[in-house]
């Protein structure tokens, strides 16, 4: 009976010694993951920011820029890689573009584009004193906003955007400034 006693006690505090050690590795997980929300947290507000600020940007009257690109799977710099750039001139097109950027910002998606993007145009606007780039691909359904490095998809714009950039952007609608 007294060997049965011992065995109980033995593992009574073997018991509360693993409690209290699962509790501290519980208790450093769960500071690691609230750690880590609110780096995600960050970003996530940072980005949201950045997206603002391009908003912003695109909605001054600014000049309104567009490029074509030549199909390359290489990195590119998109200000000086294209094939023709255009200033846009007419209103109604600028308008229209400012109002598709300004909806894609409410579009939120679960990004998952699992295809590595080939940009085929790209849109500048630039004010004074800054610049907002936004680079698109029609095959993975992407959209890069340049300075703050991020990618959105544009999936419920790609229509009216492909609309704009292949149909309405003419010698009627912009002036070449480069071709190459």
């Given amino acids: 009976m007294r060997n049965y006693i011992c065995v109980l006690r033995t593992l009574a505090l073997v018991g509360v010694i693993l409690t209290s050690v699962g509790c ?3 208790k450093a997980d769960s500071s ?3 750690s880590q929300q609110e780096k995600d947290n960050q970003t996530i507000d940072n980005s949201i920011s950045t997206i603002d600020r391009a908003i912003d940007i695109v909605q001054k009257q600014s000049g309104v820029y567009f490029y074509r690109y ?3 799977i290489d990195s590119i710099d998109p200000r000086t890689d294209y094939t023709v750039k255009y200033r846009i001139f007419r209103e109604s097109i600028i308008s229209d573009l400012r109002n598709l950027v300004a909806s894609n910002k409410e579009y939120q998606p679960e990004f998952k584009a699992k ?3 080939v940009y085929d145009v790209g849109l500048e606007f630039k004010d004074e004193s800054e610049t907002a780039m936004f680079l698109f691909s029609y095959r993975c359904n992407t959209i890069r906003y340049v300075e703050g490095n991020q990618f959105k998809d544009f999936t419920p714009q790609r229509t009216a955007f ?3 950039f292949e149909y309405e952007i003419n ?4 002036t070449i400034i480069d071709k190459k």
């Fill in 24 to 26: 501290g590795q519980i």
């Fill in 32 to 34: 690691a993951n609230s």
């Fill in 70 to 72: 030549a199909e390359t």
């Fill in 115 to 117: 295809c590595l993007p």
């Fill in 162 to 164: 492909y609309k704009i």
């Fill in 171 to 174: 010698d009627d609608s912009a």
